[in-house]
């Protein structure tokens, strides 16, 4: 059985503010999580056509998240580079 991590003190990690995180929204987590039951690591479809399947098991997973009390980060988006 492996040995548990100790947790690391809060003192040690920096503020969301301070590395540039935000909290993602219910939208943009269902999106990202149904893209990731649709398509593999290439970005190709996977076979068996589960369209409607992933995007109803991203809903329910985001849904389960937030009533567990879940919040997610993500990054800031950066400007669009000028070329």
Same mark, same amino acid.
């Given at each position: @059985? %492996?040995?548990? &991590?100790? %947790? @690391? %003190?809060?003192?040690?990690?920096? #503020?969301?503010?301070?590395?540039? +995180? &935000? %909290?993602?929204?219910? =939208?943009?987590?269902?999106?990202?999580?149904?893209?990731?039951?649709? !398509?593999? =690591?290439?970005?190709?479809?996977?076979?068996?056509?589960?369209? +409607?399947?992933? #995007? +109803?098991?991203?809903?329910?997973? &985001?849904?389960?998240?937030?009533? #567990?009390? !879940?919040?997610? @980060?993500?990054?800031?988006?950066?400007?669009?580079? #000028?070329?």
């Amino acid at each position: @059985m %492996p040995k548990p &991590v100790p %947790p @690391m %003190p809060d003192a040690e990690l920096p #503020s969301p503010a301070a590395a540039g +995180l &935000v %909290p993602a929204s219910e =939208a943009e987590l269902a999106a990202a999580l149904t893209y990731a039951l649709r !398509f593999d =690591a290439r970005g190709k479809a996977r076979r068996g056509g589960g369209d +409607l399947a992933a #995007s +109803l098991a991203g809903e329910r997973l &985001v849904e389960h998240l937030r009533r #567990s009390g !879940f919040v997610l @980060m993500r990054t800031r988006a950066d400007r669009p580079h #000028s070329t």
